[in-house]
């Protein structure tokens, strides 16, 4: 039992390059998260995707995508990134309401 | 507007010291109040919930946390501090049926 997996690790860009960064969990959650982690500022959320089939804006979703290819897996794509979006991406999933939401290990992302 | 805060950026124990963290919310309705803790390049950890009843939550490494609806703060504590409690931790409150909203975080080193 893994959790919440994330790929990669660590991620260096150029300005106007793509990427598309992956989360798998193995939970058997029906919900999933992108987060991102800036200093000072907490984790704001980017999309969701509260089940199979469906995905949601989070906070700041400007400059980003998300595909929720089955109940396993759950995208996030920079199309063209900036450096503003240089910074710490988590995944999580986790259930309804009261359900705690569970923390893949990071994906570290420099736009340069 | 910021639903949940937490007031100190960092906060600085003896080891053996009872530590505290200090979170307030500002939801309407009954909220759904978690405390995570995130060590060194790792992702968030989950450490408790107050969903209902007692106000006082018990959670993983010794840590419980005091929900009080009339100062609207959900206080992280443990009663002796320990070199490994040393992390950054967040407070986040439910919004809606799936999303979380997180608090800046608190630094907290413990001495030994």
């Known amino acids: 039992n893994a959790g919440v997996t994330q790929t990669p690790k660590f991620q260096v860009l150029k300005t106007g390059q793509s990427m598309t960064l992956q989360c798998a969990q193995d939970?058997?959650?029906?919900?999933m998260y992108w987060y991102r982690q800036d200093p000072g500022m907490g984790l704001r959320l980017i999309y969701y995707?509260?089940?199979?089939?469906?995905?949601d804006k989070g906070e700041v979703p400007n400059g980003y995508n998300v595909s929720r290819l089955n109940k396993r897996e759950f995208s996030l794509r920079l199309e063209s990134a900036a450096p503003s979006q240089t910074s710490v991406y988590f995944c999580?999933?986790?259930?309804?309401?009261?359900?705690?939401?569970?923390f893949g290990p990071g994906t570290r992302l420099t736009v340069l | 507007a910021q639903s949940v805060a937490q007031p100190e950026d960092q906060v600085n124990v003896a080891e053996g010291n009872p530590l505290t963290v200090k979170c307030t919310y500002s939801v309407s309705g009954n909220p759904y109040l978690f405390w995570y803790v995130q060590y060194p390049n790792r992702g968030l950890q989950f450490l408790l919930k107050?969903?209902?009843?007692?106000?006082l939550v018990k959670g993983s490494y010794g840590f419980e946390a005091e929900f009080n609806k009339s100062q609207t703060s959900f206080h992280l504590k443990k009663p002796s501090a320990l070199v490994s409690d040393s992390a950054l931790y967040f407070c986040?409150?439910?919004?809606?049926?799936?999303?979380?909203?997180f608090g800046a975080g608190t630094t907290v080193t413990v001495r030994a």
């Open positions: 995707s509260a089940s199979e089939g469906t995905t």
């Open positions: 986040a409150v439910r919004k809606g049926d799936y999303k979380l909203s």
């Open positions: 939970m058997n959650h029906n919900s």
């Open positions: 107050y969903i209902t009843g007692d106000n």
């Open positions: 999580a999933s986790g259930g309804y309401s009261t359900d705690t939401q569970y």
